[in-house]
């Protein structure tokens, strides 16, 4: 709000009942705490509430009392008018009783003003209209700025309590969510311990399972059914191994988008439909063939006769004899397909591993390949 080339030296008190002191000099601002004992003084006196909101002091020392008995210079007259070039102005502090008081410091002539200093020079009747239009402007402008500062406390009072209640919404949802999940994996548990029983195994979900059950959103019924489907195929899996543990992975739970409740775990979904399928019958005879041709070779390696025994217990997760025949046989047409397809696969336990022998043709069973 002032010209260029105007110096001011300000004395305020803050909110924490600190004193500062703001100087604007040369067009650049700094402002310091005071601290020194005696200065303190000086300023409370400086600040000390007054009938006049503004005056044009001295050119002095600033933290001179005004009040000071002996300083008889500082009384305005015409004689020593032109020494009266500063102007004090005084505002009620919204953080004390006291005034903050602004020192404004002006030079002997008007030009900054817009006005001819050489023909017209700071009189009385010129210093009295500056000093009021700049005290009623500052009086606007604080006005403004503490209308401007009580709405930005409103706000962010109103902003804060919004963000609180938010919090309390998400922590309410997130606990709602947490006892959902709680309740759905109890009753997916349910489930498979009844299926546990129908097939005398125990089946159990990988906590990466446990985890995606937690956008599950739709009726239990369609949950049942997710669940004893992934539990069936996960015992086709193994139904030529012997153990009696089941695990169920995250990949057998088969959710429509419908299921779910969480638009990430939706897309996760999709992806993961686009991108996997369950093998078909002839692909798991492949692997377990696969499995049987490097049990044959360990069997080999180790000198060791080769039976369903020692071939069963070559396997990564050893099996029954039993339980390799029962795979072979309800395979057979898919085995008898892929042995047809190439002469040179699984060499070793074409020639070498009676089970797979007693159900494939004669001319399938083909010598080593040198």
């Not at 601290?35 to 509430?49: G, M, Q, T, W």
């Not at 606007?140 to 700025?145: D, S």
């Amino acid at each position: 709000m002032m010209p260029y080339g105007v110096d001011m030296h300000v004395y305020f008190a803050t909110k924490d009942q600190n004193i500062y002191n703001a100087v604007y000099l040369n067009g650049k601002l700094n402002k310091y705490e005071v601290s020194d004992d005696v200065e303190l003084d000086k300023v409370f006196e400086i600040r000390k509430p007054r009938k006049n909101t503004y005056s044009w002091e001295i050119n002095r020392n600033l933290l001179t009392p005004i009040t000071e008995s002996k300083s008889k210079t500082i009384q305005f007259s015409i004689n020593n008018e032109d020494d009266h070039s500063i102007l004090s102005m005084r505002f009620n502090s919204c953080n004390d009783n006291n005034n903050d008081v602004v020192f404004i410091s002006f030079k002997p002539e008007l030009s900054f003003f817009g006005i001819d200093g050489g023909r017209i020079s700071m009189n009385t009747e010129n210093k009295t209209l500056i000093a009021n239009m700049l005290y009623k402007s500052s009086i606007a402008v604080l006005e403004q700025a503490q209308k401007d500062l009580q709405n930005l406390k409103q706000f962010a009072d109103k902003t804060k309590t919004t963000i609180n209640s938010v919090k309390i919404s998400k922590d309410q949802l997130k606990t709602l969510r947490d006892e959902h999940h709680r309740i759905i994996v109890s009753i997916a548990q349910n489930f498979i311990s009844g299926l546990s029983k129908k097939y005398s195994v125990d089946f159990i979900f990988t906590d990466e399972c446990i985890k995606s059950l937690k956008n599950f959103s739709s009726n239990l019924p369609r949950l049942q059914k997710i669940v004893e489907n992934a539990a069936q195929y996960a015992y086709n899996l193994n139904s030529f191994n012997n153990s009696k543990t089941i695990i169920i992975e995250e990949e057998y739970l088969e959710f429509d988008s419908s299921d779910l409740a969480n638009k990430a775990a939706k897309e996760k979904q999709a992806v993961k439909t686009a991108n996997s399928r369950k093998p078909n019958k002839k692909e798991r005879a492949a692997a377990m063939l696969d499995k049987i041709e490097i049990a044959v070779k360990r069997v080999m390696a180790n000198n060791e006769r080769i039976t369903g025994v020692t071939v069963g217990k070559a396997f990564e997760i050893p099996i029954s004899p039993a339980a390799i025949t029962d795979y072979l046989r309800k395979h057979t047409k898919e085995i008898i397909e892929i042995l047809a397809s190439d002469s040179s696969l699984y060499p070793e336990a074409r020639i070498r591993f009676r089970p797979l022998q007693n159900i494939i043709p004669e001319k399938q069973i083909s010598s080593r390949i040198a």
